[in-house]
């Protein structure tokens, strides 16, 4: 079945009804247990045998990551379907608008379509296929909780509880089609910066000023794009008490990001030593803490997990785009887990602001991949 065949197939006023629900069930980063016992009920209304793993007491989160299994074709591998049930702030009392085009929130906050659009793609695609009578093939499904602070769910999960090595996220923010093979090692920076404190009038000269030694060591530091890879950026400086006092510490955070794990780590010992230097040079010091969030992946466009998605949209009569993203999602750190694992694109546009949209042709023809990743052709 094509895609504009399939999609009249979708009863897109229960989908969009659906949506809004879900973006109305307050879900930030740890706080996702009503979603998560509402996703929990309609995996097992979907006939999924349903766990829920412990995650989220090593992060202080109010629920772990939900996993549903469904048996399907046990002639087939199987495989893992994802999307997160948090999202970022301001994401509570979301309020949708819904035109004949697109879903977006009042304004006063995101709308958290990233992710219940994942979520709601993988819920519809599974009954879409149900309702049409299709054969499945063995298919997992994972909603991870905490994603936006550092993919918190997926790093702690209980991976004995999935048996697919194969993984679509479905997180991306590019076009229905898209499929991410590479992403980044993030590499987060901390340093603080500690000089020494005296009269900012009477005898400025007996002190060290940390802001000073902190901006002369930015000035040192690449900014923005480094290379086609690479990215760096200083986003936090905080320091100091009063205008008359020469400050003492000075707190900064930044971070780099590269396809490449080696270019990345080394950029992040560069800006270590350049923080230490620059207070060495005045008699201060700097300590700096490096925090890997999560390591880069690439996947060959061969590899079985990109060829089953293309193969699923040109049996629908999509177009597929192999890309990369700066960001990561979950689909790192199944990769690191030994999960062969691409983000998709949803489609959704300006995440992570209160101009957050979801075009609703994108949502059906993400549940139309959906459909075609899971149903085993005839």
Known sequence: ?????????IPMEDVIEEFCRLVRTDSHSGEEGDMSETVSSKLKELGFEVTKDDAGRHFGGDTGNIVGRLEGDK???????????????PGRKV?????EESIVSSGDT???????AGIVSILSGLRLAS?????????????TASEENGLLGARYMDYSLVKSKMAYVFDGAKPVGTIITASPTHIRIKADMKGRSAHAANNPEDGISAIQLAAEAITRLPFGKIDEETTANIGVIEGGIDTNIVCERAMILGEVRSLVDERALDLASEFSEVFKNAAA????????ILHTHYRCYKIPDEAPVVAHAVSALSALGMPASIDSSMGGSDANMFNANGIQSVCLGMGFRQVHSCREEMPIDELANAICLVYGLVTVKE
Do not use: W
């Open 1 to 9: 079945m094509n895609l504009q065949d399939l999609k009249k197939r």
């Open 75 to 89: 002639g087939l591998p199987p495989i893992i379907l994802c999307a997160h049930m948090d999202r970022v702030a």
């Open 95 to 99: 309020v949708p608008v819904v035109s």
């Open 110 to 116: 995101v709308l958290g379509a990233d992710d219940v």
């Open 131 to 143: 309702d049409l009578g299709a054969k499945l093939r063995p298919v997992e499904v994972i909603f």
């Open 281 to 288: 040079e005045r008699g201060a010091t700097a300590e700096v």
